[in-house]
């Protein structure tokens, strides 16, 4: 099985980066075979308008295509952010937005069904550590999870600490978090 973490955070060696570090390995260790991607690290537009791509017949020229591909090639899809003001990146903003793209149109192997029943998981990583300050984020993801036309299985969500780097592996809590979230993708291969 094959696990897609998919890191969107701006910093490459921060603290949502080290979580998913943390969860992937742990999964790994467990027979899983992981994959991180780094949403930084592509070309993505944002939407300007689908109906336009549809009649059209394309979409903007970017990164998305690949993306799309390591979509359908993954066994299941953890998903990290930081908290920036109490919802989800901008750089996962945009990738989740492109989604919608495909919910309009697509190719005969529509993504959504293909994504039907994978196991996923979410890592938080914030300053304002109250649980409330990140009720926004939660909810936005587990709607995405739950869509109707693709419903994920939520194995769960850890928050650390975010802010300077280095916070969040000093956080043990945290750490032991992701490594059982790790761990429940392969228990949800095995079961």
């Known amino acids: ?24 390995q742990a999964a790994s260790e467990s027979g899983v075979n992981t994959e991180k991607i780094i949403l930084l690290d592509y070309k993505l537009h944002q939407i300007l308008n689908c109906k336009d791509c549809k009649e059209q017949g394309f979409c903007p020229e970017d990164d998305f295509p690949i993306l799309k ?17 109490y919802t989800v990146s901008g750089l996962l903003k945009v990738f989740l937005d492109r989604l919608c793209c495909i919910m309009y149109w697509d190719t005969p192997q529509h993504l959504l069904k293909i994504l039907q029943g994978k196991p996923t998981g979410l890592i938080i990583t914030r300053e304002e550590l109250e649980p409330e300050k990140s009720a926004h984020l939660i909810g936005t993801m587990e709607m995405v999870f739950s869509y109707e036309y693709c419903r994920l299985v939520n194995l769960g969500i850890v928050m650390g600490p975010g802010g300077s780097r280095g916070t969040a592996i000093k956080d043990a809590q945290a750490v032991a978090e992701a490594q059982a979230l790790g761990r429940k993708f392969a228990a949800f291969w095995t079961r």
């Open 1 to 24: 099985m094959k696990l897609l973490g998919i890191m969107a955070s701006s910093r490459r060696d921060g603290n949502t980066n080290d979580l998913m570090d943390v969860a992937l």
């Open 69 to 85: 591909q390591k979509l359908i090639e993954a066994d299941g899809i953890l998903w990290g952010t930081p908290l920036y003001w």
